[in-house]
């Protein structure tokens, strides 16, 4: 169909049309009338609709468009009736305002952003509808918030980036507050158990030492080895023990 340049008109308006919208529209350069509203057309709009310099009216709603559309329609001189909304991403380029010939333009309920343009068609209240737009702003005579420093549009594009570094450092905060958390609670039990260990070992004096080895006497001579002598003694609370005396 695409091939055959004659062609005047086109609708293929309500029928089950799925897949995309080919770029050899734009063969079809004596074309008046182009309407394939409601079917299942997906991805982009292509570029090659601005060869259609003889189109005037141009139908493109109640389809699942998913991509990206240019200012190409900007280039559509002549086209008097624009109906687009399909759910997609659209900047209102100020070429849109220089299409003198329209006389309805509808880009309802799609996800435009930017400042609608001031002239033009745009400037017409009964020929424009621009309504379930969420982004868009500078037309208060259209029903959309006036043009502010900070307009919806970039505060949108801020959040994408400050709310996954919000997210990252209140998780990079959690992580250390559990690891500090971990490392206290290994501390403390760790505590007990050296207080314990010190618990079983009972201090004793040099002075007792001798004493209970009776001035070190080979009497209590136990052994000797190249790394010292071993003695028996009996400490002031009558417990009987073996006291290594190492050579230096």
Known sequence: MWNLTRLIDIDL?????SGFFPPAVGNLKALNTL?????????????????????SILDLSNNSFDGSVSCSFGDLIIIEVLTFHATISLELYDSLADLRYLSSINLSFNKLEGEVPKRGAFHNLTIVTLVGNAVLFGAP?????PCTTTNPGTRVHLLKYILPAIAFTIILLAFICLLSRSQRKQIQSLAPTTALSADKYKLISYHEIVRATEHFSEANLLGSRSFGSVY???LDDGLLTAIKVLNF
Do not use: T, Y
């Not at 309407?35 to 189109?55: F, H, M, R, T």
């Open 35 to 55: 309407s394939i509203s409601v079917n299942q057309l997906s991805g982009d709009i292509p570029n090659a609709l601005k060869e259609l310099q003889k189109l």
């Open 13 to 17: 308006l309500e029928n089950f049309l």
């Open 141 to 145: 005579r259209l029903g959309l918030p």
């Open 232 to 234: 028996k003694g009996c």
